[in-house]
């Protein structure tokens, strides 16, 4: 199966320049131009799986990598259509005003889990056996996604997220700008 990068429509954002917006869209056309290409390549060594299954195992592991950069990014970037737009009444709002009070709270919690040491993920998943909410960080693309558990907001915090607009020391800016741009209905649409 091959994987075809999805097409964005974001405006002009408030405080993440249109330079960044090109230059990570195009980070994430990379991401499905290589699923792609170790699928192909991991069918093509395993005509010879016997002197092909380490090649093999190490595609396996990139393959990890890159799909997860794949699919992040499309949670990402689908927050940043058609917004800003305030968060709407509903499962998702109660949810957040249940666990954290207010939806402050939650930004402010959640800031702090964007600012953990390092590349990464912050994220927000619904767990389905529990009906609760999880908020959790997710080194590089991949390592730590919570299994069987639904994205409702992913904001990624690699460098390349943010470095053309903010330092590093200035990523707490960053996630602000993430947050006054994001639509709160596409979040809220993904709890139903």
């Known amino acids: ?20 917006v090109a230059e990570h869209l195009g980070l994430y056309q990379g991401y499905v131009k290589h ?4 699928s192909d390549k991991i069918s093509a060594f395993e005509m010879d799986l016997e ?7 190490e595609m396996q592991r990139r393959l990890g990598f890159e799909f997860g950069g794949m699919r992040n990014h499309e949670y990402y970037f689908s927050q940043l259509e058609g917004g800003p737009k305030e968060l709407p009444d509903g499962t998702l709002k ?9 939806i402050e709270g939650f930004i402010e919690k959640f800031t702090r889990l964007a600012l953990t040491r390092g590349v990464g ?13 999880v908020a959790a960080w997710v080194d590089e693309q991949h390592l730590g996604q919570l299994a069987d558990l639904d994205i409702v907001l992913a904001l990624d915090m690699w460098e390349h997220s943010y470095m053309l607009d903010y330092p590093p020391s200035k990523k707490k800016e960053y996630v602000a700008a993430f947050f006054a741009n994001l639509n709160w209905e596409v979040v809220a649409g993904r709890l139903v």
């Open 94 to 102: 109660e949810k957040l005003m249940a666990e954290w009070g207010t």
């Open 35 to 38: 699923v792609n290409l170790i």
């Open 121 to 133: 993920w912050a994220m927000l998943y619904h767990d389905p056996h529990t009906d609760q909410l």
């Open 51 to 57: 002197n092909n299954a380490y090649p093999i195992a």
């Open 1 to 20: 199966m091959k994987y075809e990068p999805l097409n964005f429509e974001i405006g002009e954002l408030d405080g993440i320049s249109s330079e960044t």
